[in-house]
Nanobody, 124 residues
Framework: EVQLAEFGGGSVQAGGSLRLSCVAS????????MGWYRKGPQNEREEVAT???????TYIESVKGRFTISKDEAKHTLHLEMNGLKPKDRAIYYC??????????????????WGSGAQVTVLA
């Protein structure tokens, strides 16, 4: 059974930093596409970043240069380093995985597995 668990959410002042982590279990972690999504106060879900099995990342425009997605193969852990946080980054952040190693399919049709989410609050 695939399980994803997020850690590291919290509250921070605008301009501050947080690091989210997602521990994965129950599957061949290195063969999967992984991603971070977020759901803001208006309840809209937004892709934040993805990373494919080869380690190639993608980012939405609004987080480029501020967020970094990475994965630790040995620890089966996905990270999202968030710097220069803005109030508009406030959301629940979800970890996601898909058993297709490249992310095009998942980004278009949805990911197979999801974590329960971690709250990130950015104070103005």
């Amino acid at each position: 059974e695939v399980q994803l668990a997020e850690f590291g959410g919290g509250s921070v002042q605008a301009g501050g930093s947080l690091r989210l982590s997602c521990v994965a279990s129950g599957y061949a972690y290195s063969d999967y596409c992984m991603g971070w999504y977020r759901k803001g106060p208006q309840n809209e879900r937004e892709e934040v970043a993805t990373i494919n099995k080869e380690g190639t990342p993608t980012y939405i425009e609004s987080v480029k240069g501020r967020f970094t997605i990475s994965k630790d193969e040995a620890k089966h852990t996905l990270h999202l380093e968030m710097n220069g946080l803005k109030p508009k980054d406030r959301a629940i952040y979800y970890c996601a995985s898909d058993d297709r190693g490249f992310c095009d399919h998942a980004r278009k049709y949805g990911f197979d597995y999801w974590g329960s989410g971690a709250q990130v609050t950015v104070l103005a």
